[in-house]
């Protein structure tokens, strides 16, 4: 499956952004999607994840309350609402899928990635 993550840019701290993960070349919902962040000079780190049907999610403490995933498998798209941003959500943000048995945080079990789309949070 070949992901595109887009809907990135320069907001201000407090502002929303929603970013998309756009999925094609094999059936969509069979995959589990997450999102990942790496700020410059740090690892990539878990944001986010939601199960093949939709009907399970999982957050990173760090933006559990502000962030929301969700998908349309009709549109083999996933969705990345995030409210209430601030300074240290500027980072280049993945989306990846998995095809495991579960939604995982570890990046490795995750099989496809998409590139990258920057989010800059101003103070």
């Known amino acids: 499956v070949q992901l595109q993550a887009y809907g990135g840019g320069l907001v201000q701290a407090g502002d929303s952004l929603r970013l998309s993960c756009a999925a094609s070349g094999r059936t969509f919902s069979n995959y589990h999607i997450g999102w990942f962040r790496q700020a410059p000079g740090k690892e990539r780190e878990f944001v986010a994840a939601i199960d093949r049907s939709g009907i399970s999610t999982f957050y990173a403490d760090s933006v559990k309350g502000r962030f929301t995933i969700s998908r349309r498998n009709v549109m083999s798209t996933v969705y990345l609402q995030m409210n209430s941003l601030k300074p240290e959500d500027t980072a280049v943000y993945y989306c990846?899928?998995?095809?495991?048995?579960?939604?995982?945080?570890?990046?490795?079990?995750?099989?496809?990635w998409g590139q990258g789309t920057q989010v800059t949070v101003s103070s």
């Open positions: 990846a899928a998995d095809r495991g048995l579960s939604i995982t945080i570890k990046q490795y079990q995750y099989d496809y």
